[in-house]
């Protein structure tokens, strides 16, 4: 086991949920001016490109077909893959680091934090510190990795009489240095209780959100982890899914003009910014200073907003550690390795709960949520 280990932690987990981009700087493109609230457009791929104080977005959207009792799939679906490795999509999907069932077996992190939004489909947690859960279609968990934690996040097919498809979002957000070695815990934000704002305009056309984190009219979400950048309003946190009906729009006001501000078009055909439109898989950084109105145009559309006042320090990244120096790194390289930030309590790597277990929530402190 020792071995095994070993070799995922030489992979760096870099390809997903398990890697990093560091937060980037603006850069301009050809469709700034001096009018325009657009400072530069760039296509995405599998990982995004993020802006400071945000590292890192993935977005992973796989069909997989229904679940076997050990909620994986059939195994000729596993033959020809690169089972340990598998990031190539074959029969709509991808077996990411797992072997058995999907996902991404235990990993360690330290020195930032991981925004797991969950679209459709199920994800299984479990960690270091006794902590585990399951939780999807809505829901949301923010887990503060600080100091060191490892934990698995697998993707268990719970159904197995249909299709399990699987859609996230997974965010890094940088930790600032004083609180990277912060206790690690998580919060969920189950579905029911995240703030949902829908507008319509005199044609009845309708725009809704879902606030993940920050500010938006009159609605505020739920608390960030106390350490989190996001806990402070003056650093201008804001993670929105957006909805948009064919001809929709949504107004976002201006913030500082510090503040760092991406529109990421996910799903549609095309999408307007002030004067100008983007294409579908397109991401915008814009200038957060300004009023800026966005609409979808020919279909329905899609988007992620992620905002921020940038942290500003340095960010050394490796694999799956985020720190301030290349000292930093290797030092927790050197802690994971003597003390395993905790161990591991499960009697697998790629631990996933029952076939029939519900929505749930257990804390590390025994603290027990459940959501059916």
């Excluded at 596993?78 to 074959?90: V, Y």
């Excluded at 996230?168 to 815990?185: E, G, S, V, Y």
């Excluded at 992620?304 to 720190?323: R, T």
Aim: aromatic letters at 10%.
């Amino acid at each position: 086991m020792k071995h095994k280990r070993r070799d995922f932690l030489k992979k760096g987990v870099a390809s997903a949920i398990g890697g990093a981009v560091a937060g980037t700087t603006l850069s301009s493109s050809s469709s700034e001016h001096n009018e325009s609230p657009i400072r530069s457009v760039k296509p995405m791929g599998f990982q995004w490109e993020t802006l400071d104080p945000f590292l890192f977005c993935a977005h992973h959207q796989d069909f997989y077909p229904k679940g076997t009792s050990e909620l994986c799939p059939e195994a000729h679906y596993l033959e020809g893959r690169n089972l340990g490795s598998d990031f190539h999509i074959k029969d709509g999907f991808r077996m990411y680091h797992g072997k058995t069932v999907p996902g991404f077996p235990g990993h360690p992190h330290r020195g930032f934090e991981t925004i797991t939004v969950v679209r459709k489909g199920m994800v299984d947690h479990s960690d270091s510190m006794g902590a585990s859960g399951r939780y999807g279609n809505g829901d949301v968990q923010w887990m503060t990795a600080g100091k060191g934690v490892q934990h698995a996040e697998m993707f268990p097919l719970v159904n197995q009489q249909q299709d399990n498809t699987l859609e996230l979002f997974q965010l890094w957000l940088n930790l600032p240095a004083k609180h990277k070695m912060t206790q690690p815990h998580f919060k969920m934000f189950w579905k029911e209780h995240i703030p949902k704002i829908e507008q319509s305009d005199t044609q009845n056309r309708k725009t809704n959100i879902e606030l993940i984190a920050g500010k938006f009219g009159d609605e505020t979400s739920q608390s960030p982890p106390p350490s989190s950048w996001a806990s402070d309003p003056k650093n201008e946190v804001l993670v929105m899914n957006v909805f948009l009906d064919q001809g929709a729009s949504l107004s976002l006001p201006k913030a500082s003009q510090t503040t760092n501000r991406a529109i990421y078009f996910y799903k549609g055909n095309t999408l307007q910014i002030g004067s100008e439109t983007i294409k579908e898989y397109h991401w915008a950084a814009l200038d957060a200073s300004k009023e800026v109105s966005i609409q979808a145009t020919d279909k329905k559309a899609q988007v992620l907003i992620l905002q921020g006042k940038p942290i500003g320090e340095p960010v050394v990244k490796h694999g799956p550690f985020v720190m301030n120096s290349k000292e930093e790194i290797r030092k927790a390289f050197e802690d994971y390795q003597r003390t395993k930030f905790g161990g591991w309590p499960w009697e697998r790597y790629d631990m996933v709960h029952a076939q029939n277990k519900g929505r749930f929530a257990k804390h590390a402190d025994g603290r027990l949520e459940e959501r059916g």
